[in-house]
């Protein structure tokens, strides 16, 4: 049971331009959301979180935005960088979960020149 | 301040065999938790503790049991090592007031012949 889905297995986007990163959830019960950077041979970086009060947090280049109603959220990166190649996880905690971390299964974002 | 570190970086067991993992928090940190990401998946929650006891535990047998200490490092100790266990095993730490960010080590990889 995939209670955090990230559907897009890896995306493609030139220097420049915004790179959007999507995650569905399915339970409810998740009130606080995450996103982490991985590179190759390194645990994952902690980037932008977003709490479940909220539908909009911004850091610098990055952006998550929370729609409760449709169990989605999406990070935005602008501009995106060659340094922004990695992968990345969204991962969800809330109620009754105690203090661990759900995530999804990844999506590889390379940023071509 | 030091990040969290993980020892070994890489590890290669038979099956039925014995592996202890360490891992060190965070400077400040006090609360250590376990995940197991297999290839091509997301890290999977494996247990926390807090206070040398354990604090919320996922869908794992009692054979992945862990440890941790005063000075607030960790020990996982996996036993009748089983070839799906092979994965990459990270560590991360938080501190107890702010435990959905967690910093994550760069991990062992556990490889199961």
């Known amino acids: 049971d995939q209670q955090v889905k990230q559907n897009s297995p890896s995306l493609s986007v030139q220097e420049g331009r915004i790179s959007i990163l999507n995650c569905d959830y399915t339970n409810s019960m998740f009130d606080y959301f995450l996103w982490y950077k991985k590179y190759p041979a390194e645990g994952p970086t902690f980037l932008i979180s977003?709490?479940?009060?909220?539908d909009k947090n911004e850091d610098g280049r990055f952006t998550v935005f929370l729609n409760k109603s449709a169990k989605h959220l999406s990070l935005h990166i602008v501009p995106s960088q060659p340094g922004d190649s990695a992968v990345y996880f969204c991962a969800a905690s809330g109620t009754g979960g105690g203090n661990k971390l759900t995530f999804g299964t990844g999506t590889q974002l390379k940023v071509e020149l | 301040e030091t990040g969290v570190t993980q020892s070994p970086t890489h590890l290669i067991k038979t099956r039925g065999q014995q592996v202890t993992l360490r891992c060190s928090s965070q400077s400040g940190h006090n609360t250590v938790s376990w995940y197991q990401q297999a290839l091509g998946q997301g890290p999977q929650f494996i247990f926390q503790?807090?206070?040398?006891?354990?604090?919320g535990r996922g869908n794992f047998p009692p054979r992945f049991s862990g440890l941790q200490f005063p000075n607030y490092s960790s020990e996982l100790n996996v036993n009748a090592l089983e070839l799906d266990d092979s994965a990459l095993y990270l560590c991360?730490?938080?501190?107890?007031?702010?435990?959905?960010?967690?910093?994550f080590g760069p991990g062992t990889r556990l490889t199961v012949l």
């Open positions: 977003i709490s479940s009060i909220k």
């Open positions: 503790y807090y206070r040398e006891e354990e604090n």
């Open positions: 991360a730490s938080s501190l107890v007031t702010a435990a959905n960010e967690q910093f």
